[in-house]
């Protein structure tokens, strides 16, 4: 029996091969070199060997025979063949054996195949790329030189620094083909990426898949490149096309949007994150509610002995401002006696309301001494347009705080309080009369 005729071959398996491998094989050939796919003249003449072969293996009557004549053709003793022993297997009762459990075997295939694609990432992170390289499937490794994959992550370095990953199971795949090769299992995980953009520090999150693949003998993870010759030219294009920013220039931009004095956001800063908003509001058909706070001292400015007692009541009112809205609003500082206020997802009346609590809060009483204040106020709703514009028209319609009944109510409560006539005050006779006494 020659090698043209050994079906074994003509399949590329071995011949102690189990049904399921020869009726893969045969599928993963026919892929390959069916006329309809390969169009090289040879491939048709291959895919006649390639059914000839399958006609007689596939067949169990018709492989047994065969295969005692390959046997006796390659010098082979029956007693070693597997496919004999096999075939006397099916004739025989076998023991009963214990059946697996199909949910452990899934998590411990699960379990194998996350560590292998975790320390893979913890590789890429620690910049150990050829240890990383030698975790990837065996056709990856013949498809991609170790040379390239080295210079492909010292490019991508160049550009992006990985951070952070998380890594969660999504799907198995049984006998699934990839890159041409057919693997028993391959398992689909979902990665979250947390990205620095080295020139600028600007730091993004993905979401990506990648696969690990069981090639028979061990978990590989799956490249998905063929060629990485046009990314390394991308990559490299990009690193010299992207500006080097001056780190010194991007910290002084983000400080310019913090005010130093309360900590809260600065008329830029306060813009930026409200246009998002407002971008989103939109897209989403959320109600946007905006507010404007005046602080204007009780006596003039030129009046105030302490230089500090203006930047002390500012200070007081954005803490107690900061510490009192919701974790979704925005508060910032957009003039030296001025806070806007943005309300997320609130209507006008409803913000109205949570403006009338913070001014309640920051309101103080005039036997204060040191912080002596008034506070004007206003509230519009916004949906697009200018912010610059729309923060302007609320502080132009600020208006002074008007008391409410529970504050008069109190007024009157502290006036009785502290009135005195005589030697008494008001409270102190009050009290007297309780007590059934007159001291007049």
């Given at each position: 029996m020659n090698n043209q005729n050994d079906f074994y071959k003509i399949l590329q398996v071995h011949h102690d091969a189990g049904q399921d491998i020869i009726d893969a094989a045969y599928r993963c050939l026919s892929k390959i070199y069916h006329p309809d796919i390969n169009k090289n003249p040879q491939a048709v003449e291959r895919m006649k060997d390639i059914n000839i072969a399958y006609g007689t293996l596939g067949d169990t009557k018709k492989r047994r025979s065969y295969h005692l004549e390959w046997m006796?053709?390659?010098?082979?003793k029956p007693v070693v063949s597997s496919v004999l022993h096999?075939?006397?297997?099916?004739?025989?009762?076998?023991?009963?054996q214990p059946?697996?459990?199909?949910?452990?075997?899934?998590?411990?295939?699960?379990?194998?195949?996350?560590?292998?694609?975790?320390?893979?990432?913890c590789d890429t992170v620690n910049e150990r790329w050829e240890k990383a390289y030698h975790k990837l499937t065996r056709?990856?490794?013949?498809?991609?030189p170790v040379d390239d994959f080295l210079e492909w992550k010292k490019a991508v370095s160049q550009i992006y620094k990985l951070g952070n990953y998380k890594i969660a199971y999504f799907r198995k795949y049984v006998n699934c083909e990839y890159a041409g090769v057919l693997f028993p299992i391959i398992i689909q995980f979902s990665v979250s990426l947390t990205e620095m953009q080295v020139t600028t520090g600007q730091i993004s999150e993905d979401t990506t898949q990648k696969?690990?693949?069981?090639?028979?003998?061990?978990?590989?993870?799956?490249?998905?490149?063929?060629?990485?010759?046009p990314t390394i030219?991308?990559?490299?294009?990009?690193?010299?096309?992207?500006?080097?920013?001056?780190?010194?220039?991007?910290?002084?931009?983000?400080?310019?949007k913090i005010d130093l004095l309360t900590g809260v956001y600065s008329l830029a800063g306060f813009s930026e994150q409200a246009?998002?908003?407002?971008?989103?509001?939109?897209?989403?058909?959320?109600?946007?509610?905006?507010?404007?706070?005046?602080?204007?001292?009780?006596?003039?400015v030129e009046s105030i002995s302490d230089e500090n007692q203006v930047d002390a009541y500012i200070s007081y009112i954005a803490e107690m401002l900061c510490g009192n809205i919701r974790k979704t609003d925005l508060i910032g500082r957009c003039n030296p006696s001025s806070f806007v206020v943005l309300f997320t997802e609130t209507q006008l009346e409803e913000a109205e309301n949570a403006l009338g609590k913070l001014l309640e809060v920051c309101s103080v009483e005039e036997e204060d001494g040191f912080l002596e204040y008034q506070l004007f106020a206003s509230c519009i709703s916004i949906y697009k347009g200018d912010i610059g514009q729309m923060i302007a028209t609320a502080l132009e319609n600020t208006t002074l705080r008007e008391k409410s009944v529970r504050d008069d109510w109190m007024e009157q409560k502290?006036?009785?309080?502290?009135?005195?006539l005589g030697k008494y005050r008001i409270s102190d006779i009050l009290g007297f009369n309780k007590k059934g006494k007159n001291h007049f």
């Amino acid at each position: 029996m020659n090698n043209q005729n050994d079906f074994y071959k003509i399949l590329q398996v071995h011949h102690d091969a189990g049904q399921d491998i020869i009726d893969a094989a045969y599928r993963c050939l026919s892929k390959i070199y069916h006329p309809d796919i390969n169009k090289n003249p040879q491939a048709v003449e291959r895919m006649k060997d390639i059914n000839i072969a399958y006609g007689t293996l596939g067949d169990t009557k018709k492989r047994r025979s065969y295969h005692l004549e390959w046997m006796r053709s390659n010098g082979v003793k029956p007693v070693v063949s597997s496919v004999l022993h096999q075939e006397k297997q099916r004739t025989e009762p076998a023991p009963p054996q214990p059946k697996a459990d199909p949910d452990e075997t899934l998590k411990k295939e699960q379990e194998q195949a996350l560590q292998v694609l975790d320390e893979f990432f913890c590789d890429t992170v620690n910049e150990r790329w050829e240890k990383a390289y030698h975790k990837l499937t065996r056709i990856d490794i013949g498809n991609v030189p170790v040379d390239d994959f080295l210079e492909w992550k010292k490019a991508v370095s160049q550009i992006y620094k990985l951070g952070n990953y998380k890594i969660a199971y999504f799907r198995k795949y049984v006998n699934c083909e990839y890159a041409g090769v057919l693997f028993p299992i391959i398992i689909q995980f979902s990665v979250s990426l947390t990205e620095m953009q080295v020139t600028t520090g600007q730091i993004s999150e993905d979401t990506t898949q990648k696969y690990v693949g069981f090639d028979g003998t061990a978990w590989r993870v799956c490249l998905g490149y063929t060629d990485l010759k046009p990314t390394i030219v991308k990559f490299k294009y990009l690193a010299q096309a992207i500006p080097k920013i001056d780190r010194e220039e991007v910290f002084m931009k983000a400080v310019e949007k913090i005010d130093l004095l309360t900590g809260v956001y600065s008329l830029a800063g306060f813009s930026e994150q409200a246009e998002r908003e407002m971008l989103r509001s939109q897209r989403y058909g959320n109600p946007l509610s905006l507010a404007a706070i005046t602080v204007k001292p009780l006596r003039s400015v030129e009046s105030i002995s302490d230089e500090n007692q203006v930047d002390a009541y500012i200070s007081y009112i954005a803490e107690m401002l900061c510490g009192n809205i919701r974790k979704t609003d925005l508060i910032g500082r957009c003039n030296p006696s001025s806070f806007v206020v943005l309300f997320t997802e609130t209507q006008l009346e409803e913000a109205e309301n949570a403006l009338g609590k913070l001014l309640e809060v920051c309101s103080v009483e005039e036997e204060d001494g040191f912080l002596e204040y008034q506070l004007f106020a206003s509230c519009i709703s916004i949906y697009k347009g200018d912010i610059g514009q729309m923060i302007a028209t609320a502080l132009e319609n600020t208006t002074l705080r008007e008391k409410s009944v529970r504050d008069d109510w109190m007024e009157q409560k502290e006036n009785i309080a502290h009135t005195r006539l005589g030697k008494y005050r008001i409270s102190d006779i009050l009290g007297f009369n309780k007590k059934g006494k007159n001291h007049f």
